[in-house]
C-alpha cells in the first residue's frame, strides 16, 4: 500500500483479503458452517469508516486500465441480482508498483498499479485477477474471519488481535495454536475464493486457464521459496495448483459447454500455461550431472524454451528473481521443447564443474519462455550436493 495509507487501514485490508487448506481440526469450523449472523453489520461499518481514507490513495480504473472495468462489470452480471444487490461494484487502482489486489466488503476492489500494468489490456488475466475479490465480497470473507477469531477468542479465553496472524497476539493463552488456527483458515478462505472465481470467470466468457497463468506470472516475479510455515495465510503457488486442479477441470468444462468457439468469448482463447516442478539433480558419473525437470504445458502451439539460470551467490537473496536476459545475471543454459505429452520431462547433462558453477556463482532458477521471450513459469533449482 502506498505510504499514505496507516497501519490500521492497511490491517484491515489485510483482513478483507487474506490472497489458501482445509480447517477440519478439533474445535474449528469450516468455512460452510460458519455462518454470517443476519445482523452482523460490522464489516459494512468498518469499509464505511476507511472508504475515504482509501479514496484517497487510488483512483478510478479508467484510460489505460478501461479494460478491468468492462470485465469486472461482466463478471458482476454473472451474479444473481439478489446477491450482488448492497454493494458498490466499482475498481479503484493503488498508486503503488507491488503485484497486489484486495478488497473491500463494500463491493470496491483495489489492484495496484504494478499488478493492473501487468494484466495489461488482456481481459483474461484481469478476469482471473477481479473474479478472486468478487467471489471474496459476496462470500463476506471478512466477516467470516472476524467471527472466526471471536471462536477462537472464547474457545481459549484469551484476546486475539486483528492483524498478521504470522505475529501471535501475546494475549493469546494458546498463541501458536490460535496462530496456526487462524492462518488455516484464511487459506481455505483463499481457495474458496478462487473456485468460485474460476466458476464466475467461465460463465462470464474468460478461460479458467486465465488463473494459473496469472499465479505463474506473480511467482516468476515473487521471492524465491522459502520453508513452509503453519502461520502462512498464503501456500506456495506450486500448492495452490495442486489445491485447485480439479476445480480448474470443472470450471473448464463449464466454459466449454458456454463457449463453443473458444475464440469467440470475452476473453478470447486461453493461454499458455507452463505446470514445471522443481528439478530432480541425479549423479551419473564421477564428471556429470542429469538434471530432470518435469513440466506440464496447456494451449501450446508450437515451443517452449527450457533456462537453466545462474545467479552471484547472495544475488539470489538480495530481491526478486532476475529473469534469462537481465542484466548481471551470469549465465545460463537453455534448449526447447514441444512440451507435448501429458507429462513431458527436460534433461540437462552437465559436467561437475559446470553444473558448480565458478567459485562466486550458483545455479538458482529454471525458467520456461515462449517463443517471444515471456516467463511461462518458474522454479527453484535445488543445491547441487558438495
Same mark, same amino acid.
Given at each position: 500500500m502506498e505510504a499514505g495509507v496507516t497501519k490500521h487501514a492497511h490491517c484491515f485490508l489485510a483482513l478483507c483479503l487474506c490472497l489458501l487448506w482445509s480447517v477440519r481440526s478439533a474445535g474449528q469450523q469450516s468455512l460452510d458452517v460458519l455462518e454470517i449472523p443476519s445482523q452482523f453489520k460490522l464489516d459494512f461499518e468498518a469499509a464505511a469508516r476507511l472508504r475515504p481514507q482509501l479514496m484517497a490513495q487510488s483512483h478510478p480504473a479508467s484510460e489505460h486500465y478501461s479494460t478491468g472495468n468492462l470485465v469486472l462489470n461482466r463478471l458482476v452480471e454473472q451474479v444473481p441480482a439478489p446477491s450482488r444487490s448492497g454493494f458498490q461494484w466499482q475498481l479503484r487502482i493503488v498508486d503503488d508498483?507491488?503485484?497486489?489486489?484486495?478488497?473491500?466488503?463494500?463491493?470496491?476492489?483495489?489492484?495496484?498499479?504494478?499488478?493492473?500494468?501487468?494484466? =495489461?489490456?488482456?481481459?483474461?488475466?484481469? #478476469?482471473?485477477?477481479?473474479? *478472486?475479490?468478487?467471489? *471474496?465480497?459476496?462470500?463476506?470473507?471478512?466477516?467470516?474471519?472476524?467471527?472466526?477469531?471471536?471462536?477462537?477468542?472464547?474457545?481459549?479465553? =484469551?484476546?486475539?488481535?486483528?492483524?498478521?496472524?504470522?505475529?501471535?497476539?501475546?494475549?493469546?493463552?494458546?498463541?501458536?495454536?490460535?496462530?496456526?488456527?487462524?492462518?488455516?483458515?484464511?487459506?481455505?478462505?483463499?481457495?474458496?475464493?478462487?473456485?468460485? =472465481?474460476?466458476?464466475?470467470?467461465?460463465?462470464?466468457?474468460? *478461460?479458467?486457464?486465465?488463473?494459473?497463468?496469472? !499465479? *505463474?506470472?506473480?511467482h516468476a516475479r515473487g521471492s524465491r521459496? @522459502?520453508?513452509?510455515?503453519?502461520?502462512?495465510? !498464503?501456500?506456495?503457488?506450486?500448492?495452490?495448483?495442486?489445491?485447485?486442479?480439479?476445480?480448474?477441470? #470443472?470450471a473448464s468444462i463449464e466454459f466449454e459447454n458456454r463457449w463453443r468457439e473458444w475464440y469467440a468469448s470475452? =476473453?478470447?482463447?486461453?493461454?499458455?500455461?507452463?505446470? #514445471?516442478?522443481?528439478?530432480?539433480?541425479?549423479?551419473? @558419473?564421477?564428471?556429470?550431472?542429469?538434471?530432470e525437470i518435469p513440466m506440464r504445458c496447456e494451449n501450446l502451439s508450437g515451443a517452449v524454451a527450457v533456462v537453466l539460470h545462474a545467479d552471484s551467490v547472495g544475488e539470489q537473496f538480495a530481491g526478486p528473481p532476475r529473469p534469462p536476459g537481465s542484466r548481471g545475471t551470469d549465465g545460463e543454459v537453455r534448449q526447447l521443447t514441444g512440451c507435448t505429452s501429458p507429462r513431458t520431462t527436460v534433461t540437462f547433462i552437465l559436467p561437475d564443474g559446470e553444473a558448480r558453477r565458478k567459485p562466486g556463482t550458483i545455479w538458482t532458477d529454471v525458467y520456461v519462455l515462449d517463443a517471444w521471450g515471456a516467463v511461462l513459469a518458474r522454479t527453484d533449482m535445488p543445491k547441487f550436493p558438495r
Open positions: 508498483d507491488d503485484l497486489n489486489a484486495y478488497a473491500s466488503p463494500d463491493g470496491t476492489a483495489y489492484v495496484d498499479r504494478g499488478l493492473a500494468r501487468l494484466a =495489461g489490456p488482456s481481459a483474461g488475466l484481469w #478476469a482471473a485477477i477481479l473474479s *478472486h475479490e468478487v467471489a *471474496h465480497i459476496l462470500r463476506r470473507d471478512w466477516a467470516r474471519r472476524y467471527l472466526y477469531q471471536k471462536a477462537l477468542e472464547n474457545r481459549g479465553g =484469551g484476546v486475539v488481535a486483528l492483524g498478521d496472524p504470522g505475529m501471535p497476539a501475546p494475549s493469546w493463552v494458546d498463541s501458536e495454536k490460535a496462530s496456526q488456527d487462524l492462518a488455516r483458515f484464511c487459506r481455505e478462505m483463499e481457495l474458496e475464493a478462487d473456485r468460485g =472465481g474460476l466458476t464466475l470467470m467461465a460463465r462470464a466468457g474468460y *478461460h479458467p486457464d486465465f488463473v494459473p497463468a496469472l !499465479h *505463474h506470472l506473480l521459496t @522459502s520453508t513452509a510455515s503453519l502461520y502462512a495465510m !498464503h501456500p506456495c503457488w506450486e500448492e495452490r495448483d495442486e489445491e485447485l486442479s480439479r476445480a480448474y477441470v #470443472a470475452p =476473453g478470447g482463447n486461453p493461454p499458455v500455461v507452463v505446470f #514445471a516442478e522443481q528439478p530432480k539433480l541425479k549423479k551419473t @558419473s564421477s564428471k556429470e550431472w542429469l538434471v
